[in-house]
T-cell receptor
Framework: NAGVTQTPKFRVLKTGQSMTLLCAQD?????MYWYRQDPGMGLRLIHY???????AKGEVPDGYNVSRLKKQNFLLGLESAAPSQTSVYFC??????????FGEGSRLTVL | AQSVTQPDIHITVSEGASLELRCNYS??????LFWYVQSPGQGLQLLLK??????LVQGIKGFEAEFKRSQSSFNLRKPSVHWSDAAEYFC??????????????FGTGTRLLVSP
């Protein structure tokens, strides 16, 4: 029972490089989210999706893009990475109970 | 917009002692409230949630929380702490379209240390 799986778990980028984080859930959840976690700031919502083919901006969307082509996958892209995007990224999904299920996180360092 | 304040960055509790973690929220409507726990290197796990009804809610691992509208608080409690409870705890308030979809706003977290 995998739940929410994030890949990769660790990545180091140089400023200006691009990358994509993949989130996959096997619980048939309708809603999916991307958060970033920074020390002393808790978790902040980057983008979210209320269903396949839909995306919307959260609290801190600048510098990120997302896509949800399949219900089970939610991709987070960085087109031109900046040091300010060094963070731990968490994907989550939810259905109808209000409980968010989180992945184990992806640690990104931008040099 | 909603917001959450967790005034304690760190708390140290002796094993077997009681625990209370503070959470204050700001939200114009009836809030959906949550407590999550994060162990080192892990994602977040739901401890408990409040949507409506009884203001004292029970969660997993022996935790409970009480919603007090007059104080805008949702404090987390446990009568006897175990060493395995050492982790970081996050309070969150949800602005959802329904109970299923929740745009959570998290507090900055409280790190719990458990001493022998």
């Amino acid at each position: 029972n995998a739940g929410v799986t994030q890949t990769p778990k660790f990545r180091v980028l140089k400023t200006g490089q691009s990358m994509t984080l993949l989130c996959a859930q096997d619980m048939n959840h309708e809603y999916m989210y991307w958060y970033r976690q920074d020390p002393g700031m808790g978790l902040r919502l980057i983008h979210y999706s209320v269903g396949e083919g839909t995306t919307a901006k959260g609290e801190v969307p600048d510098g990120y893009n997302v896509s949800r082509l399949k219900k089970q996958n939610f991709l987070l892209g960085l087109e031109s990475a900046a040091p300010s995007q060094t963070s731990v990224y968490f994907c989550a999904s939810s259905r109808d109970t209000g409980e968010l299920f989180f992945g184990e996180g992806s640690r990104l360092t931008v040099l | 917009a909603q917001s959450v304040t967790q005034p304690d960055i760190h708390i140290t509790v002796s094993e077997g002692a009681s625990l209370e973690l503070r959470c204050n929220y700001s939200y114009g409507a009836t809030p959906y409230l949550f407590w999550y726990v994060q162990s080192p290197g892990q994602g977040l796990q739901l401890l408990l949630k409040y949507f409506s009804g009884d203001t004292l809610v029970q969660g997993i691992k022996g935790f409970e929380a009480e919603f007090k509208r007059s104080q805008s608080s949702f404090n987390l409690r446990k009568p006897s702490v175990h060493w395995s409870d050492a982790a970081e705890y996050f309070c969150a308030v949800g602005a959802g379209l329904n109970t299923g979809f929740q745009k959570l706003v998290f507090g900055t977290g409280t790190r719990l240390l458990v001493s022998p």
